[in-house]
């Protein structure tokens, strides 16, 4: 069974970055045909995906978040990573990863997500 845990800080200053980590057991991160995926949910809006890294290590962002946002990936810990530069309160969000899956040109969802965790942007 797959289980994704996302880590990090509650509380990060405006202006500053905002990183996470993601880690992932019961499965491979290099594993083909499996994207390893941010997306967030700020408070009373709705779920926003913001990027994803590809078991080839290929990396997709969301156009409106592209210039801020950077996901890397640890494969000897199995883990991934978000970094969110030049945050506001507008970042606020509770934060999830999750697995997405695409075969030959088929898109087949996000099976696993993590639990989510809060992050608040103040100063």
């Known amino acids: 069974q797959v289980q994704l845990q996302e880590s990090g800080p509650g509380l990060v200053k405006p202006s500053q970055t905002l990183s996470l980590t993601c880690t992932v057991s019961?499965?491979?991160?290099?594993?083909?045909?499996?994207?390893w995926s941010w997306i967030r949910q700020p408070p009373g809006k709705g779920l926003e995906w913001m990027g994803a890294i590809a078991y080839s290590d290929s990396t997709y962002y969301s156009p409106s978040l592209k210039s801020r946002t950077s996901i890397s990936r640890d494969t000897s810990k199995n883990q991934f990573t978000l970094q969110l530069t030049s945050v506001t309160p507008e970042d606020t969000a509770v934060y999830y990863c999750?697995?997405?899956?695409?075969?030959?040109?088929?898109?087949?969802?996000?099976?696993?997500w993590g639990k989510g965790t809060l992050v608040t942007v103040s100063s």
């Open positions: 019961g499965g491979s991160i290099t594993s083909n045909y499996y994207y």
């Open positions: 999750a697995r997405e899956t695409v075969v030959a040109g088929y898109y087949y969802g996000m099976a696993y």
